[in-house]
């Protein structure tokens, strides 16, 4: 059994191991399996704390560093939707985090000019054009959304859904989308990726064949076995992606709206 970490310094483990992760991000994405849909709810990517920054330094101290992101803007008020975002006094304009320190310090990308305190947003630069910006989760590997603020009516024994479908953009670690937060954080449906541990054992096969795939085709110039194993892994594939299908949610009514796909084919 060869390690797909790395650990095996042999021929095979080092090509498996460079392999690996794009090879399984790439299985993650190409289709919407079931197994990896969940609905996530997001916060608002800005951070709002009090602030003391001194002349000459870059070294800021605030009240809390729980939430922020290298690149947020240090601003005087949250912007969205485009508008001009405007630095507090002493702050050049433009100045980012260029790193958390620890709980109460970040380092920004330039000095400050001159001393100050104050309440500062520490916000991503929104010029989507949307209104509000969302952090994305780090093992996103897909997004849609149908419904965010579903209500119900229930009419025994029947339940009505009562949807509204909104727009959004996803950019670069960020969801921006209309959306206010006022009214709860939206939830969207994603595909993350949830681990190995919770990958079925038809994923897994399907993984396998792609990754014997790709190590074979530098050292065989047998296009027979190569043609093989494409047939295999088509067949695992299909046979996958039917146990997937077969998975998905019957909500009642004939409304399974969080695993419907308005793309078509995935």
Request: aromatic share 12%; proline share 5%; with cysteine.
């Amino acid at each position: 059994m060869t390690s797909v970490t790395g650990a095996d310094t042999n021929k095979y483990g080092q090509m498996l191991s460079q392999l690996y992760e794009l090879t399984r991000e790439e299985e993650l994405r190409s289709y919407k399996w079931q197994f990896a849909i969940k609905r996530i709810q997001v916060t608002q990517a800005q951070v709002t704390t009090n602030a003391i920054w001194t002349a000459g330094s870059t070294t800021m101290q605030v009240g809390t560093t729980a939430g922020m992101i290298a690149g947020w803007l240090v601003s005087s008020v949250l912007i969205q939707g485009g508008g001009q975002v405007a630095f507090p006094p002493g702050i050049p304009t433009g100045t980012t985090i260029l790193s958390i320190t620890d709980g109460t310090h970040i380092v920004m990308s330039n000095a400050a000019t001159a001393g100050g305190t104050g309440v500062l947003v520490f916000q991503v630069n929104n010029l989507t054009g949307y209104w509000f910006a969302y952090t994305a989760p780090a093992n996103l590997r897909g997004i849609d959304i149908y419904a965010v603020f579903p209500n119900y009516t229930f009419v025994w024994p029947f339940k009505i859904q009562n949807i509204v479908e909104f727009g959004f953009i996803y950019e670069a670690g960020y969801i921006y989308t209309n959306l206010d937060p006022g009214n709860g954080n939206p939830i969207f449906e994603m595909v993350l990726d949830p681990g190995a541990a919770q990958y079925p054992a038809d994923f897994v096969e399907a993984l396998s064949c792609r990754l014997a795939m790709k190590m074979c085709r530098p050292s065989t110039k047998d296009e027979a076995v190569l043609k093989n194993l494409d047939a295999e892994y088509q067949g695992i594939l299909m046979r996958a992606q039917g146990n997937n299908q077969s998975e998905a949610s019957n909500e009642e009514m004939g409304s399974p709206w969080w695993v419907e796909d308005r793309r078509g084919g995935r």
